[in-house]
C-alpha cells in the first residue's frame, strides 16, 4: 500500500507586481524584496503569485527560478483588454519545485489562467491558477464556466487564486466586515460599495460547489485588506477573496491564511497556503 505524500500548496495577491502602482514608468518593483521574504516564509511546493503586473516583460522564467530559488517558473500574461485598456496589464506567475508535466495559459472568456500539471509520486495533480475580474460577477462565472471546460477529470484537481468573489456560506460574516470597513471609510462607499456587494454574491463559489469542486477551508478566513491597502493602515482583514478549491482524490490536511509584519508590507492580501495529500 502506497503512502499518501503530503504537498504544499499556496496563492499570494502581490498587488500590481510589487510596484507602487500600475504604471509602465517605474523600472524595479519596489516591494519585490517584501515579496521574495515572503514567499520563503510561506515555503510551499507550488505557489501562484496573482497581480504579477508586468513581470512577463520584466523577468524571463529563469530570472524567476534564480530570483525565488523555485525549479520551476512560469509567468504569463492575462491578456485583458478591459485591464489593458486601463494600464493594468496584469498577469500571473507560478513557483514551484513539483515535477512539472505541463503548464499553460488558458484563456477564460476574457483572460488567461494557468492549467498546470505536476507529478508527485508517481501520481499526477492539475493545479488552475486563477485571477477572476474584480469588477462582474457575470463575467466571473463566465470565466468560471470556461475554465471548468478544461479540467480532466481523471486527474485530481485544485483550483487556487484571487477570485474576487465570496463563499456565500459566510455571508453574514463578509457582510459584517464589509460593513465595518464602509463605517470606518465612509468617504469610500460610492466607489467600493457597489463591487463588494458584486463580490458577496458569491455565485462563482456556488457554480464551483455544484461542480464537484469544495472549498479547503470550513471557517471564515478572511484575505482582505492589509495594512498597506490604499494606505489607510488597516490592521485587520475582513473579507475573503483568496480561495483553495480542491476535487477529487485530495484531502485538506491544514489551511491558513498567513499574517504577519512581512505581509503587513508586502500586499494588500494576505497569502492563503493548504496542505493536501494525494
Not at 235 to 256: R, T, W
Request: glycine share 4%; hydrophobic share 35%; charged share 25%.
Amino acid at each position: 500500500m502506497s503512502k499518501e505524500k503530503e504537498i504544499t500548496i499556496a496563492s499570494y495577491n502581490i498587488a500590481s507586481g510589487g510596484f507602487e502602482k500600475y504604471s509602465y514608468d517605474l523600472e524595479v518593483p519596489t516591494r519585490l524584496e517584501q515579496i521574495n521574504k515572503a514567499v520563503k516564509i510561506i515555503n510551499a511546493d507550488f505557489i501562484s503569485l496573482i497581480d504579477t503586473f508586468r513581470w512577463e516583460e520584466k523577468f524571463t522564467n529563469e530570472q524567476l527560478i534564480r530570483m525565488f530559488n523555485y525549479r520551476f517558473a512560469h509567468s504569463v500574461n492575462l491578456q485583458d483588454e478591459r485591464l489593458i485598456g486601463i494600464g493594468h496589464n496584469n498577469g500571473i506567475t507560478i513557483l514551484t519545485n513539483l515535477n512539472v508535466i505541463e503548464s499553460k495559459p488558458i484563456f477564460i472568456h476574457t483572460r488567461n489562467c494557468i492549467r498546470t500539471v505536476v507529478e508527485v509520486e508517481n501520481k499526477k495533480l492539475q493545479i488552475f491558477s486563477t485571477y477572476l475580474d474584480d469588477k462582474s460577477e457575470e463575467t466571473r462565472l463566465k470565466q468560471t464556466e470556461e475554465l471548468l471546460k478544461h479540467v480532466d477529470p481523471d486527474l485530481p484537481t485544485t483550483i487556487l487564486g484571487d477570485l474576487n468573489t465570496t463563499d456565500p456560506k459566510n455571508s453574514a460574516d463578509t457582510k459584517k466586515g464589509m460593513d465595518r470597513f464602509l463605517d470606518e471609510y465612509p468617504y469610500l462607499k460610492d466607489s467600493v460599495s457597489a463591487t463588494f456587494e458584486d463580490m458577496s454574491r458569491g455565485e462563482v463559489v456556488t457554480r464551483l460547489n455544484k461542480a464537484g469542486f469544495m472549498p479547503a477551508n470550513d471557517n471564515y478566513e478572511p484575505t482582505v485588506p492589509t495594512p498597506l491597502f490604499m494606505k489607510l493602515g488597516y490592521k485587520s482583514p475582513l473579507v475573503q477573496l483568496d480561495h483553495v478549491f480542491v476535487k477529487g482524490s485530495l484531502e485538506i490536511k491544514n489551511f491558513e491564511v498567513l499574517q504577519g509584519e512581512v505581509f503587513d508590507n508586502a500586499s494588500d492580501h494576505y497569502p492563503v497556503r493548504a496542505k493536501i495529500t494525494l
